[in-house]
């Protein structure tokens, strides 16, 4: 399984941006996708997933601002990012697995950059 992330950019607090995710490959293996995201000098935490049925995780951290949402046809997995704190700054990774919580499967980071 393959997955490309894209969407990252440089945005003041308070804007928003969408992440994008397409996999690829052996995608009939994934159930759970989801985005986990970095922070400089911060362990990889996870921000939100998503199976294939449509069952939803968030941080609390980023509840009532982040939405993820999914297109099994597509192959496709989002993150719609509203109100952006500076806090949110960090490299968002896009992974996927077959079975919640564990995810075999990681993309390249994107990076989201909030500026004060």
């Known amino acids: 399984v393959q997955l490309q992330a894209s969407g990252g950019g440089l945005v003041q607090a308070g804007g928003s941006l969408r992440l994008s995710c397409t996999a690829s490959g052996s995608i009939f293996s994934i159930n759970v996708m989801g985005w986990y995201r970095q922070a400089p000098g911060k362990e990889r935490d996870l921000v939100a997933s998503i199976t294939s049925g449509g069952n939803t995780n968030y941080a609390d951290s980023v509840k009532a601002r982040f939405t993820i949402s999914r297109d099994n046809a597509k192959n496709m997995v989002y993150l719609q990012m509203n109100s952006l704190k500076p806090e949110d700054t960090a490299l968002y990774y896009c992974?996927?697995?077959?079975?919640?919580?564990?995810?075999?499967?990681w993309g390249q980071g994107t990076k989201v950059t909030v500026s004060s």
């Open positions: 992974a996927a697995g077959a079975r919640w919580p564990v995810f075999e499967y």
